[in-house]
């Protein structure tokens, strides 16, 4: 079964950078895994970010950015404001077909 | 802009069929490039995709629920649907029908959820 793992948590300051990451248990994670980003607050559904590694939805404020880091998918955040504030999962395509999602980051600001 | 909207009963008895209806507005559910995903999320816990229906009916299931999924499209209605049969309790989850974007390789617009609780 296919794994694909976050940090559980991470914590930045208002104004910071944070990068989160994804990573595969079946090995590097290429642009060919098509890496997405959603972000979550509670009660809500999910908002798509980035899809494609690094393609950002018209909605997507420009202080996500998303790349491959390290054999991983990232996810940046830039000038952390206090409403992003949220779950973060990120989703592979395993063969065009199939769809695992990440474990899920907990982003605290502080 | 589109919009998904789930529905369906809240409550269903064990060992039963959970079905739910997606419905599209905004654009039609048999544009070309689009496929349709129902995902769901237990509760207090991450996402778990259940399978994707494409523009030409095929579909793609989670194999941990292959053999209990049906995803259809009735174009009629431009609707989307989703069954599971023999539902247990672990099956209790918000589930979501989302759009895929094929030219762009990823999920983007997602309907509000709906909860279903699987209980006697």
């Known amino acids: 079964q296919t794994v694909v793992t976050q940090e559980p948590s991470l914590t930045v300051s208002p104004g910071g950078t944070v990068t989160l990451t994804c990573a595969s248990s079946?090995?590097?994670?290429?642009?060919?895994?098509?890496p997405n980003w959603f972000q979550q607050k509670p009660g809500q559904a999910p908002r798509a970010l980035i899809y494609s590694t690094s393609n950002k939805h018209f909605w997507t404020p420009a202080r996500f950015s998303g790349s491959l880091l390290g054999g991983k998918a990232a996810l940046t955040l830039s000038g952390v404001q206090p409403e992003d504030e949220a779950e973060y999962y990120c989703l592979l395509y395993y063969g065009g077909t199939q769809l695992v999602f990440g474990t899920g980051t907990k982003v605290t600001v502080l | 802009q589109v919009q998904l909207q789930e529905s369906g009963p809240g409550l269903v008895k064990p060992s039963q069929t959970l079905s739910l209806t997606c419905t599209v507005s905004?654009?039609?559910?048999?544009?070309?490039?689009?496929?349709w995903s129902w995902i769901r999320q237990h509760p207090g816990k991450g996402l778990e995709w259940i399978g994707n229906i494409y523009y030409s009916g095929s579909t793609d299931y989670n194999p941990s629920l292959k053999s209990r999924v049906t995803i259809s499209v009735d174009t009629s209605k431009n609707q989307l649907s989703l069954k599971l049969t023999s539902v247990t309790a672990a099956d209790t989850a918000v589930y979501y029908c989302v759009r895929g974007d094929s030219d762009r390789g990823g999920l983007d617009y997602w309907g509000q959820g709906t909860l279903v609780t699987v209980s006697s």
């Open positions: 079946t090995g590097a994670v290429t642009s060919g895994y098509y």
């Open positions: 905004g654009g039609s559910i048999r544009s070309g490039g689009y496929y």
